[in-house]
């Protein structure tokens, strides 16, 4: 029976791109799993009207995707490391950072890794 993994991704273009491009990566060496993508609207995605540089909270492109990997709605997620924020949640860690595209990260809950 194949295992379905949720990749949860931010829904822009880049993001998407990156996220196909994990899938493929996983692909290549697990070619029966079955992986969908959740695209997820963030804070940042939504609002179009402040700076960044204006924003008060931390990790506004990423939240949404923590919550939903900590609530289990996504099994990992895929980020920009620019979107990252310096600490990760608790509950969370970063599992790897790729080469192809070094600003693609992706993390897990804890206790998948």
């Known amino acids: 029976m194949s295992r379905t993994i949720v990749v949860g991704s931010r829904a822009s273009k880049l ?5 196909e ?3 493929v990566k996983i692909k290549e060496t697990n070619p029966d799993i079955e ?9 940042g ?3 179009h009207h402040t700076q960044l540089d204006h924003m008060a909270d ?3 492109f990423v939240k ?4 939903a990997l900590l609530d289990g709605r996504i099994d ?3 980020h920009s490391l620019k979107d990252m924020p ?6 969370l860690c970063l599992i790897a950072v790729t080469r192809d595209l070094t600003q693609e990260m992706r993390s897990y809950p804890e206790e998948s890794g």
């Open 64 to 67: 949404e995707l923590e919550e």
């Open 86 to 91: 310096t600490e990760i949640p608790s509950g």
């Open 15 to 19: 993001a998407l791109i990156q996220a």
């Open 76 to 78: 990992l997620a895929v």
């Open 45 to 47: 995605d939504r609002n």
């Open 21 to 23: 491009f994990l899938i």
């Open 58 to 60: 931390i990790g506004v």
């Open 35 to 43: 992986i969908i993508i959740s695209p997820i609207t963030t804070k």
